[in-house]
């Protein structure tokens, strides 16, 4: 990758320089409470933003949360986040009440060496995502004006051309951080010569979601196990009832052209676990995925399913999942995406989890993190990279 990093940076001094970086902290939060349910993308961050603290900078973290309506709204406030950064630091995070406006410019004005500021949420501005160049330009000045150097180290962001992401580097000089640099690494071997057998499990709940990323992966891969809500799109192409299950009906026909031309590499359930409803209590039992009731939902794989991925998983040397096998959230429905996950996680292989809700089913779970290979923060970004396509935030890095 011809990009500079963190280190070429730190190697220039940046004692008492501003640094302005870009951090991924988009946190899920608990709608009651408001507390950070899964802290895993600021622990994310740490490392970079541990050694420019190490090395006296004053750095100025920027982040969005959530998709606010490009004005200031307080559930989507940043203000818990700068609380679990500072403990996470062990230090204070100066928090800015605003973005780009008169508490953002003395708290960054305010800084000493060696300390950290958060400003509000990027989202909370309209220039932040705006299609408009000139628009998003403008808010660029203003977040550029912080900094005498910008760091990237959200991956998760990395594919959006927003203010943040792809105008600001034009205007400071740039380094991409040490997550979005393991990031593309880690990926870059997938779509180099990764180690065979190569085997890609997907899940989640469309396929017209993960269909650019089926098409580029299906030449490359040994096997490709489909679970999760997209699973019932393809075995109503093998011509199954699917009951009241999730269904993209005008993606029948591509699902029986994927399989048609997948030389036999795409595995599906052959058993799930059906309910009445979709609710947490709701009476289910485990049913031939070829005979699902007309009345039913399909909510899991079931436990022929999970045995049949686990031997495809067996001897693979590597492993790229993205997706849930089932509604994880529900605890009747997690036995599909926790048996996959501890298959891959014995598995022996190099083993890529490619965010989303496959990171939280990680975590909810219970699952340990250092089982797995890599566990990637950006979800969307981590399937648009293997598609092949060019993610604006790594482009504007190269340039």
Known sequence: MSIRNLDDLLAE?????????????????????????????????????????????????????????????????????????????????????????????????????????????????????????????????????????????????????????????????????????????????????????????????????KLAVIEALLPTVDRLLIGGGMCFTFLKAQGHEVGSSLLEQEMVETCRNLMERSGGKILLPV??????????????????????????VGLDIGPETVAGFAAALKGAKTIFWNGPMGVFEMAAFANGTRGVAEAIAKSGAFTVVGGGDSAAAVRALGLDDSAFGHISTGGGASLEYLEGKTLPGIAALEN
Do not use: M, W
Not at 193 to 201: H, L, M, S, T
Not at 275 to 295: E, L, R, Y
């Open 13 to 209: 001094g940046v004692s008492g320089r501003r640094v302005l970086v870009r951090a991924d902290l988009n946190v899920p939060l608990d709608k009651q409470t408001g507390e950070i349910t899964d802290d895993g993308r600021i622990r994310a961050v740490l490392p970079t933003l541990g050694a420019l603290v190490s090395a006296g900078a004053k750095v100025v973290v920027c982040s969005h949360l959530g998709r606010p309506k490009g004005a200031p709204d307080p559930q989507f406030s940043l203000r818990p986040v700068a609380g679990r950064l500072g403990e996470l630091l062990d230090a204070p995070v100066h928090f800015a009440e605003d973005t780009v406006g008169d508490s953002a410019r003395s708290t960054v004005e305010a800084l000493a060496d060696g300390q950290v500021a958060l400003l509000e949420n990027l989202r909370f501005n309209k220039g932040e995502t705006s299609k408009d160049d000139a628009e998003r330009g403008a808010f660029a000045d203003q977040l550029a004006a912080f900094g005498e150097a910008y760091v990237d180290d959200a991956f998760g962001a990395v594919h959006r051309k927003h203010a943040s992401v792809f105008d600001v580097p034009a205007r400071l000089p740039h380094v991409a951080g040490r997550l979005v640099l393991r990031e593309v690494e880690v990926l870059s071997t997938l779509t180099g010569q990764p180690e065979r057998p190569y085997v890609v499990v997907l899940g989640g709940s469309k396929v017209s979601d």
């Open 271 to 296: 058993d799930v676990v059906a309910a009445d409803a979709f609710a947490p209590d709701a009476a289910h039992d485990t049913v031939p995925a070829d005979g699902i009731p007309s009345k039913r």
